[in-house]
């Protein structure tokens, strides 16, 4: 292996660790709001079985 390759390497697995921490801390960001979602629809859910069950 040259240094070219040994360089490449390095280069575009850096690259790719950056992108998928990147991804991650996106998803981290975003998961208050999925979990509120998650909670708005299951008190949908239950409010609109109460309302059916009389």
Not at 10 to 29: K, P
């Amino acid at each position: 292996m040259d240094w070219n390759a040994i360089t490449l390497t390095v280069l575009a697995v850096f690259g790719l660790l950056s992108l998928f921490v990147t991804l991650l801390i996106q998803l981290v960001n975003q998961l208050p709001d999925l979990f509120q979602a998650v909670r708005r629809a299951l008190s949908a859910l239950k409010s609109g079985e109460d309302d059916t069950a009389e």
